[in-house]
């Protein structure tokens, strides 16, 4: 599979974001896209992962609320919607394919490139 994500941006606090990431050449590997993010100095952790045919969703602790995936099977893109955005959710952000339901890098077959969100107070 190839992730390509975009949408990243500098935004204040508050506001709100939505990163797409387009994929293409899905294999029978891919059944769950997922995001993670990446803050400076820290280790990559798990956002929000989706279940590409049945759209089952999960969501990290810390952005549950506040966040959503989605996906359009038609167009192949999978979606992070954010919204009352913190300083602390600045970070590169990444979205991931996985064979099964993830919560941690280890799970991830395929990395796409970073999008970074920096978001201010």
């Known amino acids: 599979v190839q992730l390509q994500a975009s949408g990243g941006g500098s935004v204040q606090a508050g506001d709100s974001l939505r990163l797409s990431c387009a994929v293409s050449?899905?294999?029978?590997?891919?059944?769950?896209m997922n995001w993670f993010r990446q803050a400076p100095g820290k280790e990559r952790e798990f956002v929000a992962g989706?279940?590409?045919?049945?759209?089952?969703?999960s969501y990290a602790d810390s952005v549950k609320g506040r966040f959503t995936i989605s996906r359009n099977v038609a167009e192949y893109t999978i979606y992070l919607q954010m919204n009352s955005l913190k300083p602390e959710d600045t970070a590169v952000y990444y979205c991931?394919?996985?064979?099964?339901?993830?919560?941690?890098?280890?799970?991830?077959?395929?990395w796409g490139q970073g999008t970074l969100v920096t978001v201010s107070s």
């Open positions: 991931a394919s996985s064979s099964g339901k993830i919560t941690a890098a280890e799970g991830v077959v395929s």
């Open positions: 050449r899905l294999t029978t590997s891919d059944n769950f």
């Open positions: 989706i279940r590409w045919r049945e759209g089952t969703k």
